[in-house]
């Protein structure tokens, strides 16, 4: 059903957490930024609340959602119990993008937030703006991103109202987002670490932290959910639905320096333009301007994943706003923050990548 969604402005803060917090408590749905991409909240108690999100997104009701809490403390409660190498990691990484999948204390949220499972994925978000909303509001917020489902996360407010103006209650504009990429859900079993989704914290974060005590385990980046079941691997439910992509057909050209990355990018390009298709690039800054197509989004300097992580949903929605019709996007290496950015850029592709 098509209804107002209320709009406040970075600079009318108080007032729109004040008014985005009494919302949620009453059962609505409200839009908000973290420090990784928008969410969009609701009760997590509260059934009709939680199946709001749902039908907002067009989401999946098997597809569990992420609890949000306000410190580490509130989000202990959501859980039946934590584990040393559990404890560790909330130490390291909260608040910030890290989603752990804990087992769930019975009877605190919604069968719907968890798709009926006994676990339940939590984290506590860096970012103060969503920390003072889930504070005021009082309970829980389970929060997918805030995106219509199958299109980019949304990294800005503008992005959330382009795909759920009329359908949510509000959104609280914080900003450009600042990690860019979703939070990392990790999932211990006896010990071991599983990256059920690559992300904001990185794979070498996570090492660090556990020291010699646990190691990273991680699904091969292509491994379906098959693979993941057969080597006995935890799964996220997430991970079998395309996700991230444009409306064009995309390719990811990885693997080899600049310069040949950029040779083998541009004829990509050529290929497809001589066939009449409006062709968008995704490019470092230094190759950036010697590209012929009919756009070029600039992801940052080659040397910074970082900025190309926070800066790649919003190039893919500008490749859609501009019929483009198929984009390349040059990759980066995996390692750091670029796994992630790999991860989302493999998804969107759907995994056409093209090593030089
Ligand atoms: O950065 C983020 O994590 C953002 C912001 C808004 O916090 N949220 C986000 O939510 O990306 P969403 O719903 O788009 O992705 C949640 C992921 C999905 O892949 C889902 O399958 C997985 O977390 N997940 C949720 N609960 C789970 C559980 N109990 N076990 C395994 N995976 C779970
Ligand atoms: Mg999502």
């Avoid at 009494?22 to 059962?27: D, F, I, K, N, Y």
């Amino acid at each position: 059903t098509t209804h107002q969604t209320i709009y406040w402005p970075p600079e009318r803060e108080n007032e729109g957490v004040r008014e985005a917090a009494a919302l949620l408590a009453a059962g609505g749905v409200v839009a908000f930024p973290t420090e990784t991409v928008y969410g969009l909240g609701g009760d997590a108690r509260n059934e009709a609340a939680v199946e709001r999100i749902f039908a907002a997104k067009g989401r999946p009701s098997d597809n569990p959602l992420i609890v949000h809490a306000a410190s580490a403390e509130e989000a202990e409660a959501l859980a039946a119990e934590i584990g040393p190498a559990e404890r560790r990691l909330m130490d390291a990484f909260w608040p910030g993008p890290l989603t752990l999948v804990l087992p769930a204390r019975p009877g605190v949220v919604s069968a719907r937030v968890t798709a009926g499972l006994d676990t339940v994925a939590v984290r506590v978000p860096g970012h103060e703006l969503a920390r003072r909303l889930i504070a005021a509001a009082g309970c829980p917020i389970a929060a997918p991103s805030a995106n219509r489902s199958g299109r980019p996360s949304p990294t800005r407010a503008g992005h959330v109202l382009e795909d759920l103006n009329g359908r949510i209650d509000g959104v609280l504009d914080g900003g450009p987002t600042g990690v860019g990429v979703e939070s990392t859900v990790v999932r211990i079993v006896d010990g071991a670490a599983h990256v059920l989704r690559p992300g904001g914290v990185t794979a070498e974060q996570l090492e660090a932290a556990l020291g010699g005590e646990a190691h990273v385990a991680s699904p091969a980046p292509d491994a379906g959910d098959a693979a993941a079941a057969d080597a006995g691997a935890p799964r996220s439910p997430g991970v079998k639905y395309s996700h991230y992509a444009p409306k064009g057909v995309m390719v990811v050209v990885a693997g080899g320096d600049a310069a040949r990355v950029r040779a083998a990018a541009q004829e990509a390009a050529d290929a497809q333009r001589s066939r009449g298709l409006r062709v968008g690039v995704l490019a470092c800054d230094e190759n950036a301007p010697a590209y012929r197509a009919d756009a070029v989004l600039r992801l940052g300097p080659r040397a910074e994943p970082e900025r190309a992580a926070q800066a790649l949903y919003a190039a893919l929605r500008e490749c859609d706003e501009l019929g483009v019709g198929f984009i390349v996007a040059e990759g980066y290496p995996e390692r750091g923050i670029g796994a992630a950015l790999m991860n989302r850029m493999r998804k969107a592709a759907g995994g056409r990548i093209h090593y030089v």
